[in-house]
């Protein structure tokens, strides 16, 4: 069986990438195109939204800009159903923000922009997509939520944690709201992936020094004995948004190497 997008229209909400190099977002963009989607790369960042569609049409695949700042409710609201071409068939929320610091020494300001971009952006999103959707009877809304949902990864990230327990829960309820009007919803929780951004941060915390210790010591953690890759996390994407996963609803699906059910992180 092959995965067929064709004749689809995807929204990738943060398709963007930090840096050089393929993020979750990037990667998610990039297979729904190769599987014949046309791909709206959707990202506050314009030029790395225009990165990932110039390596999509490099690829011979279609994809079009769109400058996106979620956490700017009534300009998400407005724009989504103002996009010239073919309706949105998939919507995919790929936002995640957070603070990588023990919860005492954290503002209740810090936790309301998490809130505001990984969990109430998302209701922006899909109250922006819902109207056609339902017209049409046809829709896929995906999520990257996180394993941080369901375990403690070893370090404080509580906020982030927090907001994408909630995601999942607001993606089941989606799905069971929209499941008479042919809508699927699903997540997918992704878990030590290796992207810029997690280099990145990586580095700034712990020095480059550590920094090939620290990546061998979170593979360490994961029972695959490697970490992810952008590309695993957009390959159960590309399923989920297809008619191969038309019985799949509801769900959040783990791509972590089996990581959520491992001992606790050290």
Not at 25 to 39: K, L, N, P, T
Not at 75 to 97: E, F, K, R, W
Not at 135 to 156: F, K, P
Request: glycine share 12%; charged share 15%.
């Amino acid at each position: 069986m092959k995965i067929d997008l064709t004749g689809k229209r995807a929204l990738v909400i943060g398709g963007g990438t930090f840096g050089e190099g393929n993020g979750i977002g990037r990667a998610i963009s990039c297979g729904f195109a190769a599987c014949g989607a046309s791909v709206v790369v959707a990202d506050r960042n314009a030029e790395a939204a225009a990165a990932t569609c110039d390596l999509i049409r490099e690829q011979g695949g279609q994809a079009d800009v769109m400058v996106l700042d979620v956490t700017d409710a009534a300009a998400t609201q407005a724009s989504i159903p103002a996009l010239s071409g073919p309706p949105i068939d998939i919507l995919h929320y790929n936002v995640g923000i957070g603070f990588a610091s023990e919860t005492q020494a954290l503002e209740s300001a810090q936790f309301a922009s998490v809130l505001d971009a990984n969990l109430v952006g998302l209701h922006t999103a899909v109250r922006a997509v819902l109207p056609g959707m339902r017209e049409r009877r046809h829709g896929v809304i995906l999520a990257t939520s996180s394993a941080w949902a369901h375990r403690h990864l070893g370090y404080s990230h509580s906020f982030y944690a927090a907001s994408k327990a909630g995601m999942e829960h607001f993606i089941r309820l989606i799905a069971q709201e929209n499941a008479p009007f042919g809508i699927r919803a699903n997540s997918i929780a992704p878990g030590f992936i290796d992207t810029p951004r997690v280099r990145h941060n990586l580095a700034r915390s712990y020095g480059a020094s550590s920094f090939d210790d620290i990546l061998a010591r979170r593979a360490g953690q994961v029972p695959l004995g490697r970490l992810g890759q952008p590309e695993d996390v957009a390959s159960l994407a590309a399923f989920l948004a297809s008619d191969l996963a038309a019985y799949v609803t509801g769900g959040d699906f783990p791509v972590d190497g089996g990581l959520i059910g491992a001992g606790i992180a050290s």
